[in-house]
């Protein structure tokens, strides 16, 4: 199984910046993806930045040009530079993990970090 380590968590004020960094350890698959989600009071999970072991980014709309996505194939870590954070941006973070395999059968699994508070405010 895998197991995600979040860090880098905390309280900001808008405008400011934030990097938050996960350690994936366990059966991580050479096909993969790493990514990072976030969820509100109230709202569902929504995705903010997601990179594949091909380095293939994704980014959701509101944080593009904002929040930087990186991540060591080697070292199964991905970190998330958020600059200019606003209020908005106040969330559970959780680093994500998804191991994929075409052999012997099409498959996907997910892994959940346990979550970091992240919280803009003034």
């Known amino acids: 199984q895998v197991q995600l380590v979040e860090s880098g968590g905390g309280l900001v004020q808008p405008g400011g910046s934030l990097r938050l960094s996960c350690a994936a350890s366990?059966?991580?698959?050479?096909?993969?993806?790493m990514g990072w989600y976030r969820q509100a009071p109230g709202k569902e999970r929504e995705l903010v930045a997601s990179m594949t072991s091909r380095g293939t980014t994704n980014y959701a709309d509101s944080v593009k040009g904002r929040f930087t996505i990186a991540r060591d194939n080697d070292k199964n870590t991905v970190s998330l530079q958020m600059n200019s954070l606003k209020p908005e941006d106040t969330a559970v973070y959780y680093c994500?993990?998804?191991?994929?395999?075409?052999?012997?059968?099409?498959?996907?699994?997910?892994?959940w970090g346990q979550g970091t508070q992240v919280t803009v405010s003034s």
């Open positions: 366990g059966k991580i698959f050479s096909m993969n993806s």
């Open positions: 994500s993990l998804r191991n994929s395999q075409w052999t012997p059968i099409p498959a996907t699994i997910d892994y």
